[in-house]
């Protein structure tokens, strides 16, 4: 397992962003917390917005290599949501922290109901919110 149970949090970052980079992360590790741990890297080391174009094409880059696995596929609303909400996160953290202080202090990014808290169903499996974001129908993102 390369990416994250907490058996696995020894591994680098460095190291999983390479594997990343590469489309080389098993499909079965390529979880709601590894898109966690890419975006929170990507946004630490580069700032949300030259973040943004690298997480964006790094996951549709995996999701090429794998599309014979993939049932849901890449969502414009869903990266862009995360992306947005993951940098809030970090500018409310101190200067240095790790991915695990992230994620102990948002522990909520990781329960799988947290989008449906933004937004109903409806938007979510509305074809256009795959190819364009839209913004959340039920509660509005934190500014």
């Given at each position: 397992m390369l990416y994250y149970q907490r058996s696995f949090?020894?591994?680098?970052?460095?190291?999983?962003?390479?594997?990343?980079?590469?489309?080389?992360?098993?499909?079965?590790?390529?979880?709601?917390?590894?898109?966690?741990?890419m975006a929170?890297?990507?946004i630490t080391k580069h700032g949300k917005d030259m973040?943004?174009?690298l997480i964006k094409t790094g996951i549709q880059k995996f999701n090429e290599k794998?599309?014979?696995k993939i049932t849901y596929g890449y969502s414009e609303t869903?990266?862009?949501?995360?992306?947005h909400i993951i940098s809030k996160a970090i500018s409310h953290l101190p200067v240095g922290?790790?991915?695990?202080?992230f994620i102990?202090?948002?522990?909520?990014?990781?329960?799988?109901?947290?989008?449906s808290t933004y937004y109903s169903e409806h938007v979510l499996n509305d074809p256009i919110s795959k190819l364009t974001f839209i913004k959340p129908d039920k509660?509005?993102?934190?500014?």
């Open positions: 949090r020894s591994i680098g970052d460095e190291i999983f962003m390479q594997a990343f980079e590469n489309a080389s992360v098993p499909f079965a590790d390529w979880t709601h917390e590894a898109h966690l741990r929170w890297n990507y973040a943004t174009p794998n599309k014979h869903v990266t862009m949501f995360y992306i922290h790790t991915f695990e202080d102990i202090s948002n522990k909520e990014l990781t329960e799988s109901a947290y989008l509660i509005s993102l934190p500014s």
